[in-house]
């Protein structure tokens, strides 16, 4: 199993960017995006629940970014406004077949597939 993640780019602080998250030949319950910065842990960014659509965001990304699902494409895009320098990191998208509680969706240790990791640069 792959897990696809497109959209990386450099924006100027304000700007808007889109990842995407594309699984090959399957559709997961849960999905989520976190991101690593250099020298930093990797941190929450926010979450999906295909089944219903609840979404879970961390503090710091909240009326800023927007996860959804593509079922037409199957994958979970994750949308960011407002972008911020704080914002540069490598993110990572990952899934897992188990669907979580929305209160659980943003551990990481409960996301069994991780993609390769997508470099988004906030700069001017």
């Known amino acids: 199993v792959q897990l696809q993640a497109s959209g990386e780019g450099l924006v100027q602080p304000g700007g808007s960017l889109r990842l995407s998250c594309a699984p090959s030949g399957r559709t997961f319950s849960t999905y989520g995006w976190f991101r690593q910065a250099p020298g930093k842990e990797r941190e929450f960014v926010a979450a999906l629940r295909w089944s219903d659509g609840a979404t879970r965001y961390a503090d710091s990304v909240k009326g800023r970014f927007t996860i959804s699902r593509d079922r037409a494409q199957n994958s979970a895009n994750l949308q960011m406004n407002s972008l911020k320098p704080e914002d540069t990191a490598v993110y990572y998208c990952?899934?897992?077949?188990?669907?979580?509680?929305?209160?659980?969706?943003?551990?990481?240790?409960?996301?069994?597939?991780w993609g390769q990791g997508t470099q988004v640069t906030v700069s001017s």
């Open positions: 990952a899934a897992d077949s188990r669907s979580w509680i929305t209160g659980a969706l943003g551990r990481k240790d409960l996301y069994t597939y």
